[in-house]
């Protein structure tokens, strides 16, 4: 399993035009293949900063995801309203004990 997070800065008076953006295409991407996983996390003390923090089965489910057109089209409402560069991390999930 892979664990997708995103940072996103966005600029503050565009917040509300990403959540809707976010909350129109949330079921699309819960529902493509091989999500397991999908949540939105609001920074504690910055509030125009947001995570995605999604699973997924695979890397190549992931990546079929960001090359899909259902990305793209998510994308591309979404990174006009940033205000810096976006972080992204992908963690395998391995328990250690």
């Not at 399993?1 to 991407?29: C, G, H, Q, S």
């Not at 939105?40 to 990546?63: M, Q, R, V």
């Not at 591309?76 to 205000?83: A, C, D, L, M, N």
Request: hydrophobic content about 35%; charged content about 30%.
């Amino acid at each position: 399993m892979i664990i997708r997070i995103v940072k996103m800065t966005f600029e503050k008076e565009k917040t509300d035009a990403f959540l809707e953006n976010f909350t129109a295409y949330k079921t699309k991407i819960k529902h493509f293949p091989g999500c397991m996983h999908l949540e939105l996390w609001k920074n504690a003390d910055e509030h125009h900063i947001y995570y995605t923090y999604s699973y997924w089965n695979s890397k190549d489910d992931l990546e079929n995801y960001r090359k899909s057109d259902l990305f793209a089209e998510v994308w591309g409402k979404t990174k006009i309203h940033f205000s810096a560069k976006p972080e992204a991390v992908s963690i395998k999930r391995e328990i250690i004990v």
